[in-house]
């Protein structure tokens, strides 16, 4: 890099000791940190490669009237390059993902194909004299437009899958047209990309990329599932990330931690890359990482079971690569969102099959929790007006027995010889609860009959995460095998907030004295009655909550895999006194910020016996 007038006579009279030590610091630094959510864990270290498709910088050209039929066949022959692409990737994909994950391409093979995407293309052609480029960018944009102003998550992923098919077919036009830079790019990178795209995720020769860094993107898009499928390193929602990285730059990408380092120094490099190679000797090993070897107690010997909570295969993996014993809560919204048609019992028993041989024990499997601001098709129909207190959870698995009783149906014949447990989500009495029982008994009846291999005995539990099931808790103890928390629902409904809302977000940040004195209540019944109780949740997993939850009587909770380590740091400076006296103190309180004041003080207290 050249340097400034005056910068070299600088450099030339310092002392060897402040150049060693510029050196030094360079090769120390631990560059630019950006941080965002995890959808794929996974380190990786490599180069920038930055696909940032913006459609607004295709042209609004037209063409004569003589090249019409031309820029017609150059559409067809786009469209046919883009189908023969998705179908050999999915050959390639083929016993590396999940065969349903794979099917998400099947989508995108049916956009290349949809009349109303080519019709419209073909119109402005036709009727305007439009080059192709800015036909196709003009219909995906009303598109987009007009999908992204509704409050539907299945429209706005319809949305980004023509998107995605967009994308593919314009970038086969440069190919075709000699445009060098239409997919051009080093052989590996890390992508960095305004949003997580499927077609991102590999170049025209379906060659994967290493990592993914993402400044928008959601955790249950199609490109996340994909990326969690393939084993992909990838972090989305990262703030201010096209800003900061550039073409070339070499990032450290620690998905695991949600972390993205620019720039590091060589030192950091270095040492990223040793702990690169002890995390893939982990995971191709029978070895767990020695820090997840320690025992998990308070400082004063209070046995804490952290057990692992999960959404995906690959979050399966990573609990078992970290020694956790039990998955605590598998979540089986995903598998349901991926397609328009509801799954077979087939797919169902194959998915919950690798989910069983994954984990290295007990599994719980919580029922379906939707509500109707999905707008699923063939399960919730148009959303309500109020969807978290229309036909949620349990209630609308009620509504829908065929899908509720396919799913008990699948768990069974998938967890044969395993301690199972299944969890129903949005219970408010015991009513809910004996209804599930006796479907559950007749899917049982079923099975026999049909002669099918199944799991004869399996827990049957509640998830309390409404004030009605906090207030009947003594019912639904005697009744229920088990109990589980949700917590961030628990905190919604108990303090009807959104947690969606943005202006409401403080109430999830730290746990209100009014939670604090339900989650003691919920404890002492459980202890009382003898009914395990556990614990899951974004609130529940966050290190400054774990004292108040041990506090409030709560030994076992679960955790995602990535939460694993710092729940366990935490858990070394807490002794059980000082997290009762706490707890006690801030569950006395009259409102939040007095609670929140009392744990300022108390938080210094609980490392010290």
Not at 35 to 64: N, T
Not at 190 to 206: G, T, Y
Not at 222 to 240: D, E, Q, V, W
């Amino acid at each position: 890099m050249a340097t400034e007038p005056g910068e070299q006579e600088s450099n030339d009279t310092a002392t060897d000791g402040e150049e060693a030590s510029v050196e030094v610091g360079a090769e120390m630094s631990a560059g630019e940190i950006l941080r965002g959510d995890s959808v794929s864990p996974g380190l990786v270290l490599g180069l920038v490669h930055r696909k940032d498709y913006d459609l607004r910088r295709v042209r609004a050209l037209r063409v004569p009237l003589d090249e019409v039929d031309r820029e017609l066949n150059r559409f067809r022959t786009a469209l046919e390059d883009s189908r023969l692409q998705l179908n050999d990737l999915k050959s390639r994909l083929e016993g590396r993902v999940n065969p349903d994950d794979a099917r998400i391409l099947d989508t995108h093979v049916t956009y290349l194909k949809d009349s109303v995407f080519i019709a419209d293309v073909e119109n402005l052609i036709l009727n305007e004299q439009m080059r192709l480029e800015a036909a196709i960018t003009k219909v995906i944009s009303d598109f987009d437009r007009i999908f992204r102003l509704v409050q539907n998550e299945t429209l706005r992923q319809s949305a980004v899958d023509l998107r995605d098919v967009a994308i593919r077919v314009l970038r086969n036009l440069e190919k075709r047209e000699g445009d060098a830079d239409g997919d051009s790019g080093p052989d590996e990178y890390i992508l960095v990309a305004r949003e997580l795209s499927i077609v991102d995720m590999f170049n025209l020769a379906n060659e994967r990329v290493q990592g993914i860094a993402t400044e928008g993107g959601g955790l249950t898009s199609h490109a996340a599932i994909l990326a969690r499928s393939m084993g992909i390193p990838t972090i989305t929602n990262i703030g201010g990330l096209l800003e900061k990285a550039d073409e070339g730059d070499f990032v450290i990408l620690d998905a695991t931690e949600g972390v993205l380092r620019i720039n590091p120094g060589e030192l950091v490099r270095k040492q990223y890359a040793q702990v690169g190679e002890e995390r893939e000797e982990a995971a191709t090993g029978d070895g767990v990482p020695e820090w997840a070897q320690v025992e998990t107690a308070t400082r004063d010997g209070e046995p804490i079971t952290f057990t692992a909570a999960c959404g995906n295969l690959p979050e399966v993996e990573q609990a078992a690569a970290f020694g956790m014993d039990q998955i605590g809560l598998y979540r089986t919204e995903l598998f349901f969102l991926v397609e328009k048609d509801p799954p077979s019992r087939e797919s169902l028993v194959r998915h919950y099959s690798s989910v069983v041989q994954k984990s290295r024990g007990p599994i719980c499997f919580r029922l379906l929790s939707v509500d109707s601001s999905l707008e699923i098709p063939y399960l919730t129909g148009k959303r309500e007006s109020y969807p978290a207190f229309g036909r949620a959870g349990v209630r609308l698995l009620l509504s829908r027995e065929a899908v509720l009783r396919r799913q008990l149906q699948a768990i069974l014949m998938s967890a044969r010889g395993v301690d199972t447990r299944i969890a129903i989500p949005m219970i408010t009495d015991c009513g809910d609860l004996r209804r599930v029982k006796e479907i559950l008994f007749e899917e049982r009846i079923e099975l026999r009959k049909t002669g099918q291999a199944f799991q004869e005995q399996v827990e049957l539990g509640c998830v309390v995460e409404t004030p009605a099931a906090m207030i009947g808790i003594r019912d639904l103890a005697r009744e229920s095998d088990f109990l589980t928390i949700n917590l961030d629902s628990l905190v919604q409904y108990l303090l009807a907030a959104d947690r969606e809302s943005a202006e409401l977000t403080h109430y999830f940040e730290s746990l209100h004295p009014m939670v604090l004195r339900s989650l003691a209540k919920i404890s002492g019944v459980c202890k009382e009655q003898r009914c395990s109780l556990s614990v899951f949740g974004v609130t529940a997993s966050e290190p400054s909550n774990l004292a108040l939850l041990i506090g409030s009587g709560l030994r076992t909770i679960d955790v995602p895999p990535v939460s694993l380590r710092a729940m366990m740091n935490e858990l070394t400076q807490i002794d059980l006194q000082s997290a009762k006296r706490a707890t006690r103190a801030a569950a006395g309180s009259s409102c939040q910020a007095e609670t929140e004041s009392l744990m300022q003080g108390f938080r210094h207290g609980f490392a010290r016996p």
